[in-house]
T-cell receptor, first 117, second 113 residues
Framework: AQSVTQLDSQVPVFEEAPVELRCNYS??????LFWYVQYPNQGLQLLLK??????LVESINGFEAEFNKSQTSFHLRKPSVHISDTAEYFC???????????????FGTGTQLKVEL | KAGVTQTPRYLIKTRGQQVTLSCSPI?????VSWYQQTPGQGLQFLFE???????NKGNFPGRFSGRQFSNSRSEMNVSTLELGDSALYLC????????????FGQGTRLTVV
């Protein structure tokens, strides 16, 4: 079984300040890792993913996350946030290759990022 | 390329009724997964269908069922609705099963009264 822990339920931050949203996971098999963002009354939008290769992954809007296997973490960072980044962010895992787990995603409880002026 | 389409967007049903939700995946995608999102339980996996076969199932009662058609469109059915079934139901589309990302629709907001 897998689990995902997002340690912070809410993170307030001023505009243009850096932010880190923490995500730790637990799994007995290798995993794929994802960050999704959800705006009010919307579905989930994929922000970035780690499937294989470089452990540092980046999104087109300035977010990045680093897969740390030894610490079982996949923290999300942005060096300078904008008001429009205000949303809820979900970390998720799915089973890695050769496990036959399909596309089942296990989600964390979410972190509400609130960017203030 | 069109995204994932879920219909309807909003639905109000009475306790005891049944409901069917629809999901059209991204063109060419063959995997469809369903999730339930509630304030108390968060995002929970319901089931995944791939090439018309249920691939994986979450821990939900048998009142929750689904199917997938040959064009990859999927439906989810909930029978004998309970107040606790009120939730945002999200559909996710993937190109294959395993080792790839999922793209979500806008969701169907179900309210049971």
């Amino acid at each position: 079984a897998q689990s995902v822990t997002q340690l912070d339920s809410q993170v307030p931050v001023f505009e243009e300040a850096p932010v880190e949203l923490r995500c730790n996971y637990s799994s007995s098999v290798s995993v794929y890792l994802f960050w999704y963002v959800q705006y009010p009354n919307q579905g989930l939008q994929l922000l970035l993913k780690y499937l294989s290769g470089s452990t540092l992954v980046e999104s087109i809007n300035g977010f990045e996350a680093e897969f740390n296997k030894s610490q079982t973490s996949f923290h999300l960072r942005k060096p300078s946030v904008h008001i429009s980044d205000t949303a809820e962010y979900f970390c998720a895992v799915s089973e890695g290759p050769l496990t036959g787990g399909g596309n089942k995603l296990t989600f964390g409880t979410g972190t509400q990022l609130k960017v203030e002026l | 390329k069109a995204g994932v389409t879920q219909t309807p967007r909003y639905l109000i049903k009475t306790r005891g009724q049944q409901v069917t939700l629809s999901c059209s995946p991204i063109s060419g995608h063959r995997s469809v997964s369903w999730y339930q999102q509630t304030p108390g339980q968060g995002l929970q996996f319901l089931f995944e269908y791939f090439s018309e076969t249920q691939r994986n199932k979450g821990n939900f009662p048998g009142r929750f069922s689904g199917r997938q058609f040959s064009n990859s469109r999927s439906e989810m059915n909930v029978s004998t609705l309970e107040l606790g079934d009120s939730a945002l139901y999200l559909c996710a589309s993937s190109a294959r099963t395993g080792g790839t990302e999922a793209f979500f629709g806008q969701g169907t907001r179900l309210t049971v009264v």
